[in-house]
């Protein structure tokens, strides 16, 4: 049986890696002013709804 190559394994994780930083990098570039990465939509329901900003209360699972 060939032995691994773990240089090679090591250096696609690094490849991988890089990758996935500079895709986060160029989505933070192209984001417009303002906005997050997560979408909005309960936001912008509770702010239509008239939202004061306090967190809704925890349920209790005592039980």
Do not use: C, F, I, V
Not at 16 to 22: G, I
Not at 36 to 50: C, H, L, Y
């Amino acid at each position: 049986m060939a032995t691994p190559n773990y240089s090679y394994e090591k250096r696609q994780r690094e490849l991988a890696k890089k990758r996935k930083t500079e895709e986060k990098r160029q989505r933070k570039l192209n984001k417009p002013e303002g906005q997050s990465d997560e979408p909005s939509a309960e936001g912008d329901a509770a702010a239509d709804a008239g939202d004061t900003g306090a967190t809704p209360p925890t349920p209790n699972n005592a039980g």
